[in-house]
Every structure is written in structure tokens, then in C-alpha cells.
């Protein structure tokens, strides 16, 4: 229920050696080097020696591997580096760890409950990143030194945004109102440009921290490149925005999420208003949008918002995780019935298999709860990738030809 489920892998990794703001690699330390393994070496400790680049984390955060020196008990120095991730704050680095080796496979503790584990396959590595709660993909391929050292800090398709502040409805202790952080993507031209209103989902329970500012900027170069400008709200108490954080989770009382999904719609009210203040923005041409909880609160804001937007897309939406479907009962299905009986607007729902936090015959019912309402919603159920098919708003590869067509459909995009 967050845009970002990969925090918890980006904040144990406290990186060294960061570069500065102008580079565009993954900085690597000066002495890096292979050193050819001795004579005793068993072939298949040997064979991880040397450098493994081309992957990204689930595809989004790029990652290479070094592995520098292994000795003949499996004992193995590796430089671990990362590239950006701005979505998740995430700043390229690297870091020198230790690991073993034990038959086709490499580990290395990242810390005292989580771990990478990177098995071996002629010229490819296959790793999987595992904690108590986030599992993630990549696969690597071997390459020479020189090529470690220019790898991209960043997956092509990212384009940035600039910070606006948003004005709500509310004041602070002291008297002064409160703002809220946005982030703005816009394309060229004077416009009037389509919108997109993008929301962002919830902390996941804490693995993302309140504070983490969420920047679709995948998603937003998406758009952009149709020529719709994206608007990127951070809801009250997140992010540098102002006020209290009271989308509460953790608990399945209906009274508690409803509260919190109420204070959310007001939250996307502000940023509506401002959009149409704005002379670049064509005020009869704006979508809603959202990942996970952002995805559920799209859609209550077109049903209880009526005439505000022309669309919604849907990317993995849900408040709670299906532990509160209470039997098909719950908050998620009875807030989609709900949304469904109350607007006809054209919607597009997008959800992936393996989803680690509803099943694919949970997603089903909440598509059905919404039809059978009366709401109307082209659903897409994906096949699984990579390993958590909650994060597929990060996998335009997967929905661009999904989006472009609800987009076409609306005489949303410039193409």
C-alpha cells in the first residue's frame, strides 16, 4: 500500500563513497581490481571472480557486483553498488562487503536478517535480495572491469520533476497554513497540457519512511513524452508536506480507514484546485491516478468527485491488504461497490499475478464488486514478473501499450 516497496532494501544498504550530484555512473572505489584466483581455487568458487553489471533491481535501481577476490574455503571480497532510485531517495553508492560461496551460489549478509544470494549460470548471475518482509530480482551478466565503471547510475526513462507547494484548507498550531509537497513534471510548450494527478500509496506499514518524498518519475516521462504534464502530490504528514499523518494501517476498522481515506480525498481536492489555477493546465482534460493505495483513492475521487475528471488508472489499488477482505466483505471490495455505484466515468485497472499483497482472486473481486455496482473499468490482470507483481507501476514496458490505448481513447496524447 506505497508506491515505494523497495525502501526497506535501499535504507539497510548505507553506502560508501557516494558521488556527487554531476555524476552519472556508479561510483566505485579507486582501488578496485580483480585479482586472478590461486591455484587451489575450485572452478566453481573461480568462476564468480570478475565483474557483473546490466540489471537493476526488479528493474528499477541499478545494481553491479565486483567480486574482487575469492579464496579456496569460498570466502569471496565484493564491492555491492547501487545506482539512483530518486522515487525512493535512493543515491548511487557503494559499499565493500564479505561473502561465501557454497556450490553455484554466492550470499553475503547485508545485515543480521537480510541477505543477497546470487546464483550462477555461464555468463549470468541471478540474484534475489530477501528480508523479513521485501523479496527482490536481478539478473547480471558478466562484463569487463572498464564497463563496471561506466554503468549508468540510473534506468533510461526517468525524467525530472520540479517542487511546487500546494495550499490546503488547514492551518497549524502556530496559525499558518498548511502546504503540501508536490512534484511537477511538465512538457514542453506553453500548453494548455493534459494532466495527470498521481497519487502515492501508504508507508507499507513503515517500511517506508513518513518523510520519504515519492516522485513517479518513471511514470511521469511516461506522460510527458504524450505530451500530459504529471502532478505528483505527497499527502498531509508525508514527505515535506505539512500536517498529520492519519491514513492509519495496520488495523482493518472499516470507521479508522474510512477516516483516513476521507482526509485523503481532500488532500487530492487541493491538488485538483491548483491544477486548475494553473494557465499550462487544461482543466477539461485531467486524470486521476495511483499506485496501490493511491490506486483506490483514484477512484473514490472520480466517483465522489463527479465532473472533476475525465479518467482514472489504477495501478495495483487497494487500502488494506486482502487480510481485511473480511470474505469478500471488507473495506477494499465495499469501498470499490461503493465507487462503482456512483460513477460511470471510464477507468483502467491494472494489477499483476504474485502480488505480495492480494491474490489474484482477491483482485478479481474487487473488479467484480465494481462492475456489478454499475462502474465502468477495462481490468487488466498481468502474468507475474520479476517478484512482486504490486510493484508493476514501475514496469512500463509491461503497461505502456495498455495506457496509451485508454489515453487515445480520451484525445489524451499528443502522438
Known amino acids: 500500500m506505497r508506491l515505494v516497496t523497495r525502501t526497506a532494501l535501499f535504507c539497510i544498504l ?19 581490481k580483480v585479482d586472478p584466483p590461486a591455484a587451489d581455487v575450485p572452478a566453481n568458487i573461480a568462476g564468480f571472480i570478475g565483474a ?7 528493474g528499477v535501481l541499478p545494481h553491479v557486483l565486483v567480486v574482487e577476490i575469492v579464496d579456496s574455503t569460498g570466502r569471496a571480497q565484493v564491492v555491492y553498488a547501487l545506482g539512483d532510485f530518486a522515487v525512493a531517495n535512493v543515491t548511487r553508492g557503494y559499499r565493500r562487503v564479505t561473502g561465501r560461496i557454497i556450490g553455484d551460489l554466492l550470499t553475503i549478509d547485508l545485515s543480521r536478517d537480510t541477505s543477497v544470494a546470487y546464483r550462477i549460470a555461464g555468463e549470468t548471475l541471478r540474484g534475489v535480495y530477501t528480508s523479513p518482509r521485501r523479496r ?14 561506466a554503468a549508468p547510475a540510473s534506468v533510461p526513462g526517468v525524467v525530472a520533476g520540479t517542487t511546487v507547494r500546494i495550499p490546503i484548507a488547514e492551518r497549524d498550531s ?38 520519504a518524498t515519492m516522485r513517479p518519475s518513471r511514470q511521469a516521462q511516461f506522460f510527458v513524452e504524450r505530451g500530459v504534464a504529471v502532478l505528483a502530490p505527497m499527502r498531509r504528514g508525508r514527505g515535506a508536506s505539512g500536517g498529520a499523518h492519519e491514513e492509519y494501517e495496520g488495523t482493518c476498522d472499516a470507521g ?16 485538483m484546485a491548483y491544477v486548475r489555477a494553473q494557465p499550462w493546465a487544461n482543466p477539461e482534460r485531467v486524470l486521476v491516478a495511483g499506485q496501490s493505495r493511491g490506486g483506490i483513492l483514484s477512484v473514490t475521487y472520480a466517483a465522489q468527485r463527479s465532473g472533476m475528471v475525465r479518467g482514472v488508472i489504477n495501478f495495483a489499488g487497494g487500502w488494506t491488504s486482502q487480510r481485511c477482505d473480511d470474505g469478500g466483505r471488507g473495506f477494499n471490495p465495499s469501498t470499490f461497490a461503493s465507487a462503482g455505484g456512483r460513477t460511470r466515468i471510464p477507468m483502467l485497472w491494472l494489477y499483476a499475478e504474485e502480488d505480495q499483497y492480494y491474490s489474484a482472486a482477491s483482485i478479481r473481486r474487487y473488479h467484480d464488486a465494481f462492475a456489478k455496482a454499475g462502474g465502468v473499468a477495462t481490468f487488466q490482470l498481468f502474468p507475474a514478473f520479476g517478484s ?6 514501475d514496469r512500463p514496458d509491461i503497461w505502456a501499450t495498455a495506457v496509451d490505448e485508454f489515453l487515445r481513447e480520451l484525445n489524451f496524447t499528443s502522438r
Request: glycine letters at 12%; aromatic letters at 4%.
Open 14 to 32: 548505507v553506502l560508501s563513497g557516494t558521488a556527487s550530484a554531476q555524476t552519472t555512473t556508479i561510483p566505485m572505489p579507486a582501488d578496485l
Open 52 to 58: 557483473w553489471a546490466r540489471g537493476a533491481w526488479d
Open 136 to 149: 527482490y530480482a536481478v539478473t547480471l551478466t558478466r562484463v569487463m572491469l572498464a564497463e563496471v565503471r
Open 174 to 211: 502556530a496559525g499558518t497554513q498548511v502546504t503540501l509537497e508536490a512534484t511537477l513534471y511538465r512538457p514542453s510548450g506553453q500548453g494548455p497540457h493534459a494532466v495527470v494527478v498521481f497519487n502515492h500509496g501508504s508507508t507499507g506499514g513503515g517500511t517506508v519512511a513518513p518523510s
Open 256 to 271: 479508522v480507514l474510512g477516516a483516513g481515506l476521507v482526509r485523503s480525498l481532500e488532500d487530492v481536492d487541493a491538488a
Open 388 to 393: 512482486d507483481g504490486h510493484r508493476l507501476v
